[in-house]
């Protein structure tokens, strides 16, 4: 009854099958205390880089429409979702900007992050995204867990929204809402140490009681005998004094590798290489190069692969989806080892998987006359324009 009269009034509703940190929070179900919210947690530097990491390495990537026709799949730049990835989204957002904000707020919030296709006549026109403040998801509560969007408490059309957001129904920022505070905690308890720990590298405990001048002798005699730089003289001082010089403790001499553990733990919350996060201890030329290539397999991958799944049934018609999809080019993550790709490209022209001008696309090229022809070229045989093989024979 309540929830009815909520929809009455225009006021979003949630769903116990896939509760918010909002509901959470009224439940008591939240992390410990050290818990942080975003945006201490975006202040601790850790967060902040693995965040930039995933949103930022997405928008680096081309954003292709592909057509299927005949089990080939070719660029369909001329399509109208095609050409608003090229040119800008929307009137203020580029699409570097738009990628890169959409896959940072689905890290951030458990909301996700959404976006709205506005259409005329069924052709997308624009793409505008909604700060998560804005929106809300509400999900079915008989088993299917069908979402229903409302951008400012007005109902939109599913078919019309793109929405991206991490597994369990949980942000990784939430999820790691823990090793994020005691990171920051940690960090807290550096600053203050810093700021107000100094302390002496000995004590000095008189057995006698003693009088603030016999106090000012001793200490005078102190400094002269290790003060200004000074070490291994002799100190002469009265009243029964014993030295004890202070150590540091077991917990202080570990308390850097604490500070580094922390680290790891949110590179595992947010499942990217701790080398990539600049936690460089364990890092060697070999294991950094795998690590590399697991964060685009394991890291990245299933971001892009759930944006573009999202992407396609916003921006597509249903009659469209059988032929159209929307592609990350993943070939330009590997464009760093440039020996490394021209190796493969050689051995690929080479077994004739590809001919020279596909090999050229791949750097950026224009395509050559007589490039089309799929030939070997280290065999005179399988030259463009040679004799069969049979006839050479």
């Not at 509703?13 to 509901?23: C, I, M, Q």
């Not at 008189?206 to 291994?232: C, F, M, V, Y």
Request: hydrophobic share 40%; with cysteine.
């Amino acid at each position: 009854m309540f929830a009815t009269v909520k929809n009455w009034f225009g006021l979003p509703t949630k769903s116990l099958a896939a509760p918010d940190a909002e509901l959470q929070a009224v439940f008591g179900a939240l992390p410990s205390g050290l818990s942080v919210g975003a945006a201490q947690a975006l202040t601790v530097p850790a967060v902040a880089s693995a965040i930039r990491l995933l949103s930022e390495a997405s928008a680096c990537l081309d954003l292709k429409v592909m057509r299927r026709v005949g089990g080939t799949d070719t660029e369909a730049s001329d399509h109208p979702v095609a050409q608003l990835f090229a040119d800008r989204p929307n009137d203020w957002t580029g699409t570097f900007d738009f990628i890169r904000d959409m896959v940072a707020a689905a890290l951030i919030s458990d909301k996700g992050s959404l976006a709205l296709a506005n259409k005329i006549n069924g052709r997308v026109i624009e793409l505008v995204r909604y700060e998560p403040a804005h929106f809300t998801v509400d999900y079915s509560g008989d088993g299917r867990l069908e979402p229903s969007f409302r951008i400012n408490n007005v109902p939109v059309s599913a078919d019309d929204v793109v929405h991206l957001r991490s597994p369990f129904a949980r942000c990784p920022l939430s999820l790691a809402a823990d090793a994020i505070g005691v990171a920051k905690t940690m960090e807290q308890h550096a600053g203050r140490l810093f700021r107000d720990g100094a302390r002496p590298s000995g004590v000095l405990s008189l057995a006698d009681r003693t009088t603030p001048e016999a106090l000012k002798r001793i200490r005078d005699a102190w400094q002269l005998a290790h003060g200004n730089g000074k070490s291994g003289g002799t100190a002469i001082v009265e009243g029964g004094a014993t030295y004890a010089q202070l150590t540091m403790l077991s917990t202080d001499a570990q308390f850097l590798e604490l500070r580094t553990f922390q680290i790891v733990e949110i590179a595992r919350a947010f499942r990217v290489p701790p080398s990539m996060l600049y936690e460089l201890d364990r890092a060697t030329w070999s294991n950094s190069e795998q690590m590399g290539k697991e964060f685009l397999t394991y890291s990245l991958e299933p971001w892009l692969r759930a944006f573009e799944a999202s992407l396609r049934r916003a921006l597509f018609s249903a009659e469209e989806r059988g032929e159209y999809r929307v592609a990350f080019d993943r070939d330009d993550l590997t464009r760093a080892s440039l020996t490394e790709r021209a190796s493969a490209i050689s051995s690929l022209i080479a077994s004739r998987v590809l001919n020279p001008n596909e090999g050229r696309e791949w750097l950026d090229m224009p395509p050559r006359a007589g490039g089309a022809e799929y030939a070997n070229p280290n065999t005179g045989s399988s030259q463009p324009g040679g004799a069969p093989a049979e006839e050479a024979a």
